[in-house]
C-alpha cells in the first residue's frame, strides 16, 4: 500500500499514458477551462506538469497499479498527482466489476490486466477495503469495494478551505480486446446488498444476477444496449477462498460455469447519463475509510448529476485536501436500488479551484460542511442518514460498519431538509419561513441511494427561481 509522504516535493506529478493505444483521448478537452488548454495545440496525450499560455497547469493521471487505491480513503496514501489551484487533469478511472466479463471489460488491455491481476502466489493490489488485511474473505475484507484513481494533492489546501471541482468532460474507455473494437461495456449487479434480496418473488430466492451493458466507445450513441445476464454462481478466488455471495471485489467470473441469458429486455435502449459515483477528498477521522458510506467530505454520493458540465465544491479536512475519483458509471437511476449502475470504466477532466477560508465570508460557500453539486440549472445539496457517520459511530474500520445497521431514508430526509434550510437562508438571506415554504412548493427532494451503507437524499433547487434576484 501507498505510505504517507507529506514532504511537498516528493508529490507526484503525474504520468505519460502507458502506451498510445487509446488515441481517442486527443481533442477530448472540450468545453470550460479545457477548451483554451486544447486550442493551445496540446492534446490530452501530452505529458503531465505542462503549462498553456496562461499558466493553467495540465496532468495526465492514468490508472495503474501505483496510481490506485481500492476500497478505501486515506489521508496516509502517497499522493498520485499534486495540482495548483486552477489546474487541469485528465485521470483515468477503472470500474471495479469488471471481472463480471473478463474478455469484455480486461483481456487485452494491460493497464486494467496489471490491476485485477490475481493468482494462488497474490494479486498486485492487495488491500481491497479498510478491514483488516487477515479478513478470512480476503485482505481488507472487502469493507469497501471501488477502484478509486488519486489521491490528488492540492498545493496549499488547507482544513477550512473548499475545493471547487469541475467536471469539463467525460468519456468511455474501450475496450482491449480486438473482438469488441469500437465498443465499451459495463455491468449491473443485483447484488445481496441490494433493496430487492430479500423481496424477491421468483425462484431461487434469493440470488444475485449480473446484467452485461454495451456501449459506443466512440460517442455515436447516447445508450446503452443490454446484451445478456447471468446468475452469478459460488466460486473460489485464486487464493482458494469460498465466496458465498459477492462479498468481495475483483472476483473474476468463471463464464464456463455459467448459464447465460441472450436477448434480454427486446428493444430496451437505456440513455446514458455518464457521472462518477465516488468522489470526493479524504476525511480527517480516520486512517482507513470504507469508499462505500459517502460522508461530508463526498465519497460514494452515487448522484447521476455528477457528470460533464457539472461542479461538486467539497469541504477540505486534511492539508491538500486528498482529492480522489472512481465508481463511474454509464447510467443509473436516483435509488440505485438493486445495488449498482451501470458500472463501467470512463476517463474525466477535471478543473481544480480552491477557496481559501479567509476568502469565504460573504459567499455562498461560507458555511459549507458538506459536498454540494452544480449543475447548469440547479444546486444539489446531498442529505444522509448520518451527515458525519464517522464522528457519529467512530473512526475505527471496524466501528464504520455500524452504519449499514442504522440507515434509513427517513434520516436522509431530514439531513436533506436541514441542509436546504440552512442554504437557503444563507445564501439566499430567506427567513426560516420563507425558506419552509420555498422548499415545499419549489425544491425537489428524491431519494439519491438505498445501497451505499449511508443511505442519501437529495435536495434540487432550480436556479431560475431566483432570476428575479441579485443573488439568484
Not at 324 to 351: K, L, N, P
Request: overall charge negative; some cysteine.
Amino acid at each position: 500500500m501507498k505510505s504517507n509522504d507529506s514532504d511537498d516535493a516528493q508529490h507526484g506529478t503525474g504520468a505519460k499514458p502507458a502506451n498510445g493505444r487509446r488515441e481517442f483521448l486527443k481533442g477530448a478537452l472540450a468545453s470550460g477551462g479545457a477548451a483554451a488548454f486544447a486550442q493551445s495545440g496540446f492534446a490530452a496525450a501530452a505529458g503531465s506538469g505542462n503549462r498553456v499560455a496562461d499558466g493553467t497547469g495540465y496532468h495526465y493521471l492514468p490508472a495503474t497499479v501505483d496510481t490506485v487505491h481500492w476500497g478505501v480513503f486515506s489521508k496516509n496514501f502517497k499522493p498520485a498527482l499534486t495540482v495548483d489551484s486552477g489546474d487541469l487533469a485528465t485521470i483515468e478511472v477503472l470500474t471495479h466489476q469488471a471481472g463480471d466479463d473478463y474478455d469484455r471489460m480486461i483481456k487485452g488491455d494491460s493497464a486494467v490486466e496489471q490491476v485485477y491481476h490475481w493468482t494462488k502466489d497474490g494479486k498486485n493490489v492487495d488491500r481491497r477495503g479498510a478491514g483488516p488485511m487477515d479478513a478470512p474473505n480476503g485482505a481488507g475484507a472487502g469493507w469497501g469495494v471501488h477502484i478509486c484513481t488519486g489521491p490528488v494533492y492540492v498545493r496549499d489546501a488547507e482544513p477550512g478551505d473548499v475545493l471547487e471541482v469541475r467536471i469539463l468532460d467525460m468519456y468511455p474507455r474501450p475496450s482491449g480486446n480486438l473482438d469488441y473494437q469500437g465498443k465499451t461495456y459495463g455491468t449491473n449487479l443485483a447484488a445481496w446488498w441490494g433493496y430487492q434480496y430479500h423481496d424477491l418473488i421468483e425462484e431461487p430466492k434469493p440470488r444475485e444476477v449480473v446484467t452485461i451493458y454495451e456501449l459506443d466507445a466512440n460517442g455515436h450513441e447516447d445508450f446503452a444496449r443490454p446484451v445478456y445476464n447471468y446468475r452469478w454462481l459460488p466460486m473460489s478466488d485464486p487464493s482458494g477462498v469460498r465466496h458465498d455471495t459477492y462479498d468481495y471485489p475483483g472476483l473474476i467470473a468463471d463464464h464456463s460455469q455459467l448459464q447465460k441469458n441472450h436477448d434480454i429486455m427486446p428493444g430496451v435502449r437505456i440513455p446514458i447519463r455518464p457521472h462518477f459515483g465516488t468522489i470526493g477528498l479524504a476525511p480527517a477521522e480516520s486512517d482507513l475509510v470504507n469508499s462505500i458510506p459517502p460522508s461530508y467530505t463526498g465519497g460514494n454520493i452515487d448522484d447521476w448529476r455528477a457528470g460533464k458540465g457539472s461542479t461538486i465544491y467539497f469541504p477540505v479536512s486534511v492539508k491538500g485536501a486528498y482529492f480522489s475519483v472512481g465508481d463511474s458509471h454509464a447510467a443509473q437511476g436516483d435509488s440505485e436500488c438493486c445495488g449498482t449502475a451501470i458500472e463501467c470504466s470512463f476517463t474525466g477532466v477535471f478543473q481544480f479551484k480552491l477557496h481559501k477560508k479567509d476568502a469565504l465570508p460573504g459567499t455562498k460557500l461560507e458555511a459549507l460542511q458538506w459536498p454540494l453539486l452544480e449543475t447548469k440549472d440547479e444546486w444539489v445539496i446531498h442529505g444522509f442518514s448520518y451527515p458525519n457517520y464517522l464522528a457519529h459511530f467512530g473512526s475505527k474500520p471496524e466501528d464504520q460498519q455500524a452504519v449499514f445497521k442504522n440507515s434509513s431514508v427517513d434520516r436522509a430526509m431530514r439531513d436533506a431538509f436541514r441542509k436546504m434550510r440552512a442554504f437557503l437562508m444563507h445564501t439566499q438571506g430567506l427567513s426560516e419561513d420563507e425558506a419552509i415554504s420555498l422548499m415545499s412548493v419549489a425544491v425537489d427532494f428524491s431519494v439519491t441511494q438505498v445501497v451505499d451503507g449511508n443511505w442519501g437524499v437529495h435536495a434540487s433547487l432550480p436556479k431560475r427561481i431566483f432570476t428575479g434576484s441579485a443573488k439568484g
